[in-house]
Structure formats: structure tokens, C-alpha cells
């Protein structure tokens, strides 16, 4: 009689403890079914000229995020994997700077699920479509064009090279580095606008002439990628 009752209560904690590992492996599936990293949600929206900042909480901590520029509303909820952190930046087009500040790719308001590449809604930020200047820029005394060098980048990768255009858009402090974009009115299949990084400061409709090492399919990481990029710049007349 004893052995059947030992029986019996034996029988019952397998299963209880088989509902219970049950129940644990479920919550560990729901926990894993989503793949990004931060889910955050908008406190504040501060628009500028290319990025829209956002003031975000995520487990009870408000921090700064950057966008390409879109439309947000206070209290939507938005997903995203990664960001690239900025200490002291400041930005221009507010006249502010930031203690710290994540530029982020990617973001969404869905989730994303394994395999899924992010969904498009109408919320997620497009990458900005840059406009072509009405400009025509002589390249300077041995220097190239910028189709020249798009058209050519595999013979002038890992070269020093100058190119002159006009400033289209200044990025200080950026990783260390100011970032440019210039253009000189040339154009390869539709590549008529080059970045460049440089310590030197010029201001936007400046026109330059900058040497500088061209680098191919540079990756910043945090989705900052490029196909053709001119680093360690210098302005020719500080040559």
C-alpha cells in the first residue's frame, strides 16, 4: 500500500515538473522571437535639417537617438538593433550639442523577426536622397572629376587624389573626423557626389580642392557604408 502511494506521489512531481519546464521553455521561445536589441519609446521629437532627434526611454532610462529625418509622434513605440554613440555632439541646424547621442539605421515600429529583414512602414526613416547642384567645377591642375574617379574607382583605390567641387553639406565631429560632401557637377551613373573626411573645417557652398586617399566600400558600421570615400583629406592650399 505504502509503495503504491510512493507511486503516486513520485508520479505527480514528474508532472508537475514537466508543466513547469514546459511553461520556462515557452516564456524562453517568446523571449528569443524577436531579434532587435532596444525597443524604446518617444518622450520627445526635435526636427532638423537631415535628422530628426528623438528622446527616448527604454527600462526607465531617457537617452538621445538620431534618425534621417521622418515623422514621429510622442509615445510611438520603435524598434531598432544598433547605434553609432556620439559624445559632445553638437549640432549645427540647433545650435545644441548633445552629451550623447546614438545615430541610428534600421529603425522601425515593428519588431523584426529571425530572417526577416526590418519591415518598411510609414514611420521608418528613408536614407535622404541627395540633390544634384547645378554646378560645372574644373577639376584643379592634376586633379580628376568626380565621374572620373566614380568611373575608375578600382584604379584609384588606395591612392592619393584631388578633387575640387562644392561643399554640400558639413558633419563636424563626427567619429573624430568632419565629414563633407562635395560636388562638381560631373556625374557617372549617377554618382555625382563624394564624401571626404578631414580635421579641416569649410562651410557649405565653399569651393574646394582636397587631397585625400580614396578608400572602396568603407564600412563605419551602424549602417554607415560607402562605396567610394576619400579619407585623411587635406585642403590643397595647406598642402
Known amino acids: 500500500m505504502k509503495t503504491l502511494k510512493l507511486k503516486t506521489i513520485v508520479s505527480a512531481l514528474v508532472v508537475v515538473m514537466f508543466a513547469w519546464a514546459c511553461q520556462n521553455n515557452t516564456k524562453n521561445t517568446e523571449s528569443n522571437l524577436y531579434t532587435n536589441a532596444h525597443k524604446v519609446t518617444v518622450k520627445e521629437v526635435v526636427q532638423a535639417t537631415s535628422y530628426t532627434y528623438l528622446n527616448v526611454e527604454e527600462n526607465n532610462e531617457s537617452f538621445w537617438i538620431a534618425v534621417n529625418r521622418s515623422e514621429y509622434t510622442e509615445g510611438v513605440v520603435l524598434y531598432y538593433d544598433e547605434g553609432l554613440e556620439m559624445n559632445n555632439f553638437e549640432s549645427k541646424d540647433l545650435q545644441r550639442t548633445f552629451e550623447t547621442v546614438y545615430f541610428v539605421q534600421g529603425i522601425s515600429d515593428q519588431p523584426t523577426l529571425p ?75 549617377g554618382n555625382f557626389d563624394l564624401t571626404i573626411t578631414t580635421s579641416q573645417v569649410v562651410n557649405v557652398g565653399d569651393v574646394v580642392t582636397f587631397e585625400g586617399k580614396i578608400s572602396l566600400n568603407k564600412d563605419f558600421g551602424a549602417g554607415y557604408t560607402y562605396e567610394v570615400i576619400m579619407e585623411e583629406a587635406v585642403k590643397a592650399d595647406a598642402i
Open 115 to 189: 530572417g526577416e529583414q526590418q519591415p518598411m512602414t510609414q514611420s521608418q526613416p528613408q536614407k535622404p536622397t541627395i540633390e544634384k547642384l547645378d554646378v560645372s567645377i574644373e577639376p584643379a591642375d592634376g586633379g580628376i572629376s568626380i565621374a572620373t574617379l566614380f568611373a575608375n574607382r578600382e584604379t584609384y583605390k588606395d591612392q592619393i587624389v584631388k578633387i575640387s567641387g562644392q561643399v554640400t553639406k558639413f558633419n563636424p565631429n563626427i567619429m573624430g573626423k568632419n565629414w563633407i560632401h562635395i560636388q562638381d557637377g560631373s556625374d557617372d551613373s
